[in-house]
T-cell receptor, first 117, second 117 residues
Framework: AQTVTQSQPEMSVQEAETVTLSCTYD???????LFWYKQPPSRQMILVIR??????QNATENRFSVNFQKAAKSFSLKISDSQLGDTAMYFC??????????????FGTGTRLQVFP | DVKVTQSSRYLVKRTGEKVFLECVQD?????MFWYRQDPGLGLRLIYF???????EKGDIPEGYSVSREKKERFSLILESASTNQTSMYLC????????????????FGDGTRLSIL
């Protein structure tokens, strides 16, 4: 069975600094997607970034980038120039196909990130 | 932007009551999902639906049922609420992709914090 592990329950970073959140996963699938979602205190879960396993190039979205190591089954999220608005719970998720155009997300337990001024 | 609306942000019910949580999406998505979120456990899939009147069990369906009579609406039903169902409930929707795996991100509502007394 696929599992997703986020080993850092809580992290903190000073404003303008860089922080990396770790995520590892376990799967026997060859093609899949990985996601990072952000859940601010206001609660709505927001997509941060997506990576397709077949693409070797690491995904980037503005200040957010990933370090995708397929062989190591590692998918870390780097936040550069941290801002107060980055304070949130971050979830790593693995997408597996269920067939019939439906996919399933398997979530890690989350990392709570606090950005300090 | 995709809008997923959950009918209540906070709900308090009593043990044994039948509870309905409603979710509506405005993007004509085929796929809809119900998760529960608990500290230290991340998000766990309760039920999902890939078409009107279709439903599939997720990882923790016991004690829950769902209804999808219209494409835009997906309801979660607690047949006889119990205290261990006190949790945050998140609804999500996504469009189907093509091929073996879609990679389509799921879009989430704001969540309903349900307390069973």
């Amino acid at each position: 069975a696929q599992t997703v592990t986020q080993s850092q329950p809580e992290m903190s970073v000073q404003e303008a600094e860089t922080v990396t959140l770790s995520c590892t996963y376990d799967t026997s699938e060859s093609n899949y997607y990985l996601f990072w979602y952000k859940q601010p205190p206001s609660r709505q879960m927001i997509l941060v970034i997506r990576q397709e396993a077949y693409k070797q190039q690491n995904a980037t979205e503005n200040r957010f980038s990933v370090n995708f190591q397929k062989a190591a089954k590692s998918f870390s999220l780097k936040i550069s120039d941290s801002q107060l608005g980055d304070t949130a719970m971050y979830f790593c998720a693995f997408m597996k196909p269920l067939g019939g155009n439906t996919d399933k997300l398997i979530f890690g337990t989350g990392t709570r990130l606090q950005v300090f001024p | 932007d995709v809008k997923v609306t959950q009918s209540s942000r906070y709900l308090v019910k009593r043990t044994g009551e039948k509870v309905f949580l409603e979710c509506v999406q405005d993007m004509d998505h085929e796929n809809m999902f119900w998760y529960r979120q608990d500290p230290g456990l991340g998000l766990r899939l309760i039920y999902f639906s890939y078409d009107v009147k279709m439903k599939e069990k997720g990882d923790i369906p016991e004690g829950y049922s769902v209804s999808r009579e219209k494409k835009e609406r997906f309801s979660l039903i607690l047949e006889s609420a119990s205290t261990n169902q006190t949790s945050m409930y998140l609804c999500a929707s996504s469009s189907p992709g093509t091929g073996q795996i879609s990679g389509q991100p799921q879009h989430f509502g704001d969540g309903t914090r349900l307390s069973i007394l």
